[in-house]
């Protein structure tokens, strides 16, 4: 996977005791990232691939790399089809 990952620019954030709160730029209500959610917004402070996001989240929390492959692209898509992410240009 190549494809490279950002915070949207439009999006106010607030991180909590045990969650980052992020409100794209469209939607009125806020939507709370926890555990590994808020881990993977951590991540995303710089641009960042599908795959180097795995990898590091699996390190992170001692998972197979293929269980959270698994579990992380259906979250990229639904952040970037909210507008919480946008994908970076440029090369991986």
Not at 17 to 27: I, T, Y
Not at 50 to 60: F, I, K, R
Not at 64 to 90: C, F, K, M, Y
Request: glycine fraction near 10%; hydrophobic fraction near 45%.
């Amino acid at each position: 996977m190549s494809e490279r990952w950002r915070r949207g620019s439009a999006v106010l954030w607030r991180r909590s005791l045990d969650a980052v709160l992020v409100l794209p730029a469209a939607v009125d209500d806020p939507l709370s990232l926890g555990g590994t959610g808020a881990g993977l917004w951590d991540l995303l402070a710089v641009p960042t691939s599908t795959d180097e996001l795995v990898d590091a989240l699996a390190g992170q929390y001692g998972v197979d790399r293929r269980t959270v492959e698994i579990d992380v692209v259906p979250v990229l898509s639904e952040l970037e089809s909210i507008g919480v992410i946008e994908e970076a240009s440029g090369p991986v």
